[in-house]
């Protein structure tokens, strides 16, 4: 059986985070043994896994279709993540201060908007990993269930 354009579209994602997650592996391994890396691989090892996931979530959320509102909470999300990859990768450069900041002011938003309730919720999204290939069948409620 072919894949669908939608079943492929849904694996992208899941695929670039399991990469994010080597990604990760890879920043502790540095941690436990830094000499075993090239001079600045932290620059690096650092701000991968952040722009990494901050892509992989934009990309679930094109396959997930969101409303507008919930599309921007991820924009938002997503650009704190790569403010602060920036921070990581350059941070000896003259803006690595204003956009760790502006990183914690997006993250704080998010919180915030979290906590507010913003956007409403529609319908518990589905993780990409749960899948399903078998058969609907009715289920009958005895007298003893709720």
Same mark, same amino acid.
């Given at each position: 059986?072919? %894949?669908?354009?939608?079943? /492929?579209?849904?694996?992208?994602? #899941? $695929? ?7 990604? !990760?592996?890879?920043? /502790?391994?540095?941690?436990? &043994?830094?000499?075993? +890396?090239?001079?600045?691989?932290? *620059? ?8 990494? /996931?901050?892509?992989? &979530?934009?990309? &679930?959320?094109?396959? $997930? $279709?969101?409303?507008?509102?919930? #599309? ?8 704190? @993540?790569?403010?602060?990859?920036? %921070?990581? @990768? =350059? ?7 204003? =956009? %760790? ?5 997006? +993250? ?5 908007? !979290?906590?507010?309730? =913003? ?12 899948? &399903? ?11 003893? *269930?709720?």
């Amino acid at each position: 059986m072919k %894949n669908s354009p939608r079943s /492929i579209g849904r694996t992208l994602p #899941l $695929r670039l985070g399991q990469l994010t997650l080597v990604s !990760v592996l890879l920043l /502790i391994a540095w941690d436990a &043994y830094p000499r075993a +890396f090239p001079a600045r691989a932290h *620059d690096l090892l650092g701000a991968l896994p952040l722009a990494l /996931i901050a892509v992989t &979530y934009l990309l &679930y959320q094109a396959v $997930r $279709r969101p409303r507008p509102a919930e #599309l921007g909470k991820a924009i938002i999300l997503a650009a704190a @993540f790569l403010l602060w990859a920036a %921070n990581q @990768f =350059w941070p000896k450069a003259s803006s690595a201060t204003l =956009w %760790n900041d502006l990183a914690i002011a997006l +993250f704080v938003f998010d919180v915030f908007l !979290v906590v507010a309730g =913003w956007p409403g919720t529609t319908a518990r999204p589905q993780p990409l990993a749960e899948t &399903y290939s078998g058969t609907i069948e009715p289920t009958v409620r005895g007298a003893a *269930d709720p």
